[in-house]
């Protein structure tokens, strides 16, 4: 506990004590009113992109035949879609927050997911048993591809966490520069194929399994991951060391945080979310995608980004960087119901994320002041 | 002559401390002590060792050579961590805050309060215990802001410098050391550091201040150490001494031969 010189009273007002105020310093009395609470939530990034989402969805809604993008069906099929990059982005979030990044999440992706899928096989039965399409073990090897995705995620994203804080490089470099190995070994060890023969059970068990018949479960477990992440952030030790880190290392250092073991293990951290990430891949597809998510790392800085998280460091958005997570998927599905190319998506979220950082710059600089 | 003999009243000795960057010996065999409860100012020109003395103490940096001592027992401070445990905090000239976190939370950065039970042990903070301890620690200080869950980034420079100063305040017990505690600060607002620091002294805490204000220092601290070139070439009492006498020894003269 503190020590206190001359504490009397337990006062938990923020006024001084009368028998204080005698020898209150007047410093330049900090003014800074505690703002309303209507004004808190029109300052927030996370509100603003909550209100692009509900436009365009309503657009979407409005635009497409029947109106059937408002349909539950399509909205959880959407959340379903956006499952993988909700966990990404919340990944960058916390790395933002530290202010490092992640570019190699994407490939950590395919890299552990290609490696999950490997131990799945191995431990689900004899080639032969595997090729005529039965799994004798096949409870174990869903274990053990859980705890392959954990483990090589965890491992991949730890090596970025060593690269900067042991060589002391910037999080941009090292995780550059991981990105093109984890993708390079991938394509390697696949040749570029994708995985076969993953059991289809995994599909009915989780990948394809919806509660109530409505919510998929991949995007049940999304949320959930998301949920407690942002409570360890909000609430932990973790939480706030991470934005001391981001805020200023050196004052975080001077305070006794160890902050080399505290990025490294924030790196793993994010790496085991990219991991989960990648198992999500075996159990919707039954199958991987070493051709795709090599920009998901980008993707997911950018939702993070639009969710009001700057690059800056010491503040985190978990909220935010979940809306931002599906504005991509919202466009993407619906100019695909509506029959219009697909590619305009992107075109759409960069055009989306010049406007969060414009909006986050202004609310900043106001700040400032 | 290494007898573990525990002294309750020197909080913080120096023997023959060495400290040499590659061939530049920045350090060259420092001896000083200070007391409990009092105020030693060191003092130098640019370059004379002050900051890379502090920092060993403060486990910043290691030394070459020499010896530690904090109340009579040898120690080697192997890290801040360390020091903090010994209860010997550093306030330096900037960076001691993260301007992005609330004031509550920067005051406890390091020292948080934990929930009880189940949910400590998740590694869930007691932020409102800490809001409400923070408040308490700051007004013993005579700190008045006016909330505490304000981020530190809206407080002007002193505010921000008088929180660092109630941080290590708050959490030391054998000693503060200070680099330059008021050369970013304006005139008043110094005036408040050197109020935090006498009360600090008052409560029984070693001292150590770097500073460049030094007529202040004259007059503020109860001795005044010169170090010139990585060496001690004074220790003066500073009732007895002047302000010629102390730019003396700081710039040559008097201190020439001492020097190697
Ligand atoms: N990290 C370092 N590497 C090399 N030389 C250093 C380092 N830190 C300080 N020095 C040198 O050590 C000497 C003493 O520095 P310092 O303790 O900062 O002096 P002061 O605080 O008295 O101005 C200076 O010559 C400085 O250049
Ligand atoms: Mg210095």
Redesign the pocket.
Known sequence: MISRAQNQKDNSNSEMTESNQANVKHLSSIEQKELPFYEVILRSTAFWILVILVILTAIFGYLTPNNVFIKPETLFTIGLNASQILILAVGATILLASKNMDLSIGTNLILTSTLAAKVLKIVAGTPQEIMSGSYPNLTNAVIAAIGASIIFGGLFGMINGLIVTKLKMEAFIASLATMMIYWGISLVITQGASEVGIPRALQLGFGHKKLFDLIPYPLIVALIISGVMWLVMRFTKFGLYTCAIGSSAESAERSGIRTDLYIISIFALVGVLAGIAGFFDLARFATTNPQGHQTDGLMAITAAVMGGTSLKGGRASIPGAMLGALIPTIIQTGLVILGVGAFYQMIATGFFLVIAVYLDKKRYAGYLD | MNICKVDDQIAIEVKGIK?N??H?Q??RGVDLKVVKGEIVALI????????????IICGA?QKSEGELYFWGEKTDVQSINHAHKIGVFTVYQDLSLAPDLPVSDNLFLGREIMRNGFLGKLGVLDRKTMRNESKKALAALGIGLKSISVDTRALSGGERQALAIAKAVTWANTALIM??PTAALGARQSAIVYDTIRAASARGLAVLV?SHDIPKMVSFADRIVV?RH?CVVASLEAKKTTLQEVLNFMLGGRGENKDD
Request: aromatic fraction near 4%; avoid cysteine; charge should be neutral.
């Open positions: 400290k960057y590659g530049l920045a350090l130098g020109d640019n370059g004379a060792g002050k900051s890379t003395l502090a920092k940096i680099d330059e770097i170090l990585g």
